[in-house]
């Protein structure tokens, strides 16, 4: 087992995580009471850490062709990045500024430079001082509870902070006790005396104590006889941790602290905390924006309403507040920077809507298509060009369509994997999912378009894989650089007309490259042609397009729709 916080030891840690997360989620969502009694904190952990193993794994599969493995720093920070993007909820959220204060220190300069936060100096211990590691873990996790006390409005005891910074404090102790100069010795003796699995053992300990203590600290944790859900996920990772560094996994939690020891008294708890009042809305979204607008808009949004948290730096950040003007929220991030995955819930919803026996989940590359495809009944997840959803968020959005039977259209082949571990996840959460593997958002309409909510779930989903099977698909690009095509040599520039996803057609001119892809693909016969314009495609090219269609094939019909911002000019598809 390592012993030190390399890259091998980073990706080990997230993958443990993730596991004991997946193990535990349920018991931790039943004991979520506080700050909302919503029931997903275990479920926003899980997520927020998905994210970050995904990250991880991004740096380990671009090393894949190489010689040498990942810096460690590289997958430090990934870990701190991914999480950061894909944090959800509260306790998600800090979660992430947890991660990101402890990559601040393990990568910066060699043990005993003086200035652990010395970013100048990342590289260089990145590449070459992983040793180093098990004596950063104490000041890692000290930074980290500062970090995440910082990014709380207004930090209350008996939470995840409590749970961190008592970690914090262990490890520390720990560290002065094995300290080479002793207990009187220099900071830096104090800093780096202790190995990785000695410091990792105290802080696990210090959190345990500190998680038993929560209900004699929060009010609502007593009334309900349980501990701190945010603080319990903490503790789960932290003994993920524990199992990386030393290969021993730390005692269960006892099991009088998983559960509730009294349902009465805990469902009256909840009961008495939704009774409270309190916002109606949960807010979370990313934001590109400086640090002097992040100020301000802590402010005003500290004014719409409350469990405001914020994490992030360096021009990215993680927004999350409950307010009952969501709008507010929203605006209020659009004047700071540039919002985007931006996420509202509405609390209690989910228990006033009764749950639907069939949903549509599909993803969709354009805000056109997400319109078009919700007006059709679909819960829809936007791919924003570079930016392609993870599978927590499509196991988000099949929990937010309500349904007991969903199918699933990832309209993308780079998403099929990703898809295929959102169905799993969602199965064991008793929701029978088929995921239809769709190719092309112009698929995943031939798809919707024969859907019958009311007929046999077996029946509806063969239907609409056979439409979608029958409906072959095109997408005019843009050459971003020269490069070798089944259609030969591109240059940057040329339109590139790419039908069943390989390339058949380059060429200078949009419209007419896409006059030539429709003449291939009509060659083969067809009854309807789709064509999805992007944002800054002019009307005339759909005209054009439906002229060539008519004058050529005249029993052949077409449809045009408005896509949006989407990673290609021009979708197109042929039934």
């Known amino acids: 087992m390592p012993q030190t916080l390399d890259a091998a030891a980073v990706r080990s840690w997230c993958a443990l995580a993730l596991e004991a997360l997946g193990r535990e989620r349920e018991e931790i969502d039943a004991i979520n009471v506080y700050p909302v009694a919503d029931g997903d904190t275990g479920t926003n952990l899980y997520l927020t850490v998905e994210s970050a193993a995904q990250a991880v794994e991004a740096v380990f599969a671009a090393h894949e062709t190489g010689v040498s493995a990942p810096a460690p720093a590289d997958a430090v920070r990934a870990m701190a990045h991914g999480a950061l993007i894909g944090a959800r909820g509260n306790s998600g959220t800090i979660l992430a500024q947890l991660l990101r204060g402890m990559a601040e220190v393990l990568t910066a300069g060699p043990p005993g430079d003086g200035d652990h936060a010395d970013e100048g100096h990342g590289e260089g211990?990145?590449?070459?001082?992983?040793?180093?590691?098990?004596?950063?873990?104490?000041?890692?996790?000290?930074?980290?509870?500062?970090?995440?006390?910082?990014?709380?409005?207004?930090?209350?005891?008996?939470?995840?902070?409590?749970?961190?910074?008592?970690?914090?404090?262990?490890?520390?102790?720990?560290?002065?006790?094995?300290?080479?100069?002793?207990?009187?010795?220099?900071?830096?003796?104090?800093?780096?005396?202790?190995d990785a699995a000695d410091a990792v053992r105290a802080a696990y300990a210090g959190a345990r104590a500190a998680l038993d203590a929560t209900p004699g600290q929060l009010a609502v944790l007593g009334r309900a006889g349980v501990v701190d859900a945010g603080g319990r996920g903490?503790?789960?990772?932290?003994?993920?941790?524990?199992?990386?560094?030393?290969?021993?996994?730390?005692?269960?939690?006892?099991?009088?602290?998983?559960?509730?020891?009294?349902?009465?008294?805990?469902?009256?708890?909840?009961?008495?905390?939704?009774?409270?009042?309190?916002?109606?809305?949960?807010?979370?979204?990313?934001?590109?924006a400086d640090e002097a607008a992040?100020?301000?808009?802590?402010?005003?949004?500290?004014?719409?309403?409350?469990?405001?948290?914020?994490?992030?730096?360096?021009?990215?950040?993680?927004?999350?507040?409950?307010?009952?003007?969501?709008?507010?929220?929203?605006?209020?991030?659009?004047?700071?920077?540039?919002?985007?995955?931006?996420?509202?819930?509405?609390?209690?919803a989910a228990a006033e809507e009764p749950r639907v026996q069939r949903a549509v989940v599909a993803v969709v590359p354009g805000e056109g298509l997400a319109g078009l495809c919700a007006e059709a009944g679909a819960t829809t997840v936007l791919a924003r060009p570079g930016e392609p959803p993870a599978s927590g968020e499509l196991v988000e959005a099949i929990r937010r369509a309500h349904a007991r039977e969903v199918v699933l259209m990832p309209n993308d082949e780079a998403l099929r994997h990703t898809a295929a571990a959102a169905a799993e996840?969602?199965?064991?959460?008793?929701?029978?999912?088929?995921?239809?593997?769709?190719?092309?958002?112009?698929?995943?309409?031939?798809?919707?378009?024969?859907?019958?909510?009311?007929?046999?779930?077996?029946?509806?989903?063969?239907?609409?894989?056979?439409?979608?099977?029958?409906?072959?698909?095109?997408?005019?690009?843009?050459?971003?650089?020269?490069?070798?095509?089944?259609?030969?040599?591109?240059?940057?520039?040329?339109?590139?007309?790419?039908?069943?996803?390989?390339?058949?057609?380059?060429?200078?001119?949009?419209?007419?490259?896409?006059?030539?892809?429709?003449?291939?693909?009509?060659?083969?016969?067809?009854?309807?042609?789709?064509?999805?314009?992007?944002?800054?495609?002019?009307?005339?090219?759909?005209?054009?397009?439906?002229?060539?269609?008519?004058?050529?094939?005249?029993?052949?019909?077409?449809?045009?729709?408005?896509?949006?911002?989407?990673?290609?000019?021009?979708?197109?598809?042929?039934?």
């Open 294 to 348: 992040v100020s301000r808009l802590r402010a005003r949004l500290d004014g719409l309403g409350d469990s405001l948290v914020v994490v992030g730096g360096d021009g990215l950040w993680n927004v999350h507040v409950h307010v009952d003007d969501a709008g507010a929220a929203v605006e209020a991030g659009v004047e700071a920077g540039r919002p985007y995955r931006i996420r509202i819930t509405h609390f209690g």
């Open 425 to 575: 996840q969602a199965r064991t959460e008793g929701v029978r999912v088929a995921l239809i593997p769709t190719r092309a958002a112009v698929q995943g309409i031939a798809a919707l378009a024969v859907h019958q909510p009311d007929r046999r779930f077996d029946e509806d989903v063969v239907a609409m894989t056979s439409a979608a099977g029958a409906t072959r698909y095109a997408e005019l690009a843009v050459a971003e650089r020269q490069s070798w095509t089944m259609a030969g040599i591109c240059q940057a520039g040329d339109v590139l007309g790419l039908i069943d996803g390989d390339v058949a057609v380059i060429g200078s001119d949009l419209a007419a490259t896409a006059e030539t892809v429709l003449s291939r693909m009509l060659s083969a016969g067809g009854e309807l042609v789709t064509l999805v314009l992007g944002e800054d495609v002019p009307e005339t090219l759909a005209a054009r397009l439906e002229s060539y269609v008519r004058e050529g094939h005249l029993a052949v019909d077409t449809v045009v729709y408005r896509g949006g911002r989407q990673s290609a000019p021009l979708l197109v598809g042929v039934e």
């Open 125 to 194: 211990y990145g590449e070459g001082h992983a040793q180093g590691y098990g004596g950063r873990l104490a000041p890692a996790l000290r930074r980290a509870a500062e970090l995440a006390r910082e990014a709380v409005a207004h930090p209350v005891e008996g939470t995840i902070l409590s749970v961190a910074s008592a970690a914090a404090d262990a490890a520390e102790a720990a560290s002065r006790a094995d300290a080479p100069y002793g207990a009187d010795g220099a900071d830096k003796g104090a800093a780096y005396g202790a």
């Open 234 to 288: 903490l503790l789960t990772v932290l003994g993920a941790l524990v199992r990386c560094l030393t290969g021993d996994a730390p005692p269960p939690f006892p099991a009088g602290h998983r559960r509730h020891e009294n349902p009465v008294a805990a469902e009256s708890a909840a009961e008495a905390c939704a009774a409270e009042g309190g916002p109606a809305f949960e807010v979370i979204y990313l934001l590109e």
